[in-house]
């Protein structure tokens, strides 16, 4: 399916943002790039590519993004595999870029696209056996770092 999104960039630097379309080209399924302002108006094929990949590749150039934080208190039985959760949540729902479990706190942070839809990803985590509790935090954050 072909998905058109807008991205905020944090670069003040016009050499980076050049770098950040040679990045993203070399992905397969990126069908169209363009800046305006600070902003990246890319269409892809999620066939082939998902935002995830997107975000993590441009974030990796340390090149900053605006994305959405949603925290949320959770009741999970029994143990939860993070990266598992990461990837199953990255492949059911395009715009899921990075999702924290705290199992301490029984809080899950979840980073995603600004548009994404926060009632599918709690639908999509209550199918997965996770019960969420409480919504905490809902923000647009800066974020710099790509994950390790």
Known sequence: MEVTRVVRVQSN???CLDLVIKA???LSGILLMKFFDDELVITYDTNNVNFSDIAQSILSLGVGLILRKVIMNVSIRGRINPEE???VMGRS?????????????SRLSIIMHPDTD???VINSLINMGITVNEVTTDE????LMARS
């Open 93 to 105: 729902i395009d715009g899921v870029v990075n999702v924290l479990y705290d199992q301490a706190l």
């Open 118 to 120: 926060v009632n599918a």
């Open 24 to 26: 993203l080209s070399v």
């Open 140 to 143: 647009l954050t800066q974020v």
């Open 85 to 87: 959760l990461e990837s």
């Open 13 to 15: 630097c016009r050499e």
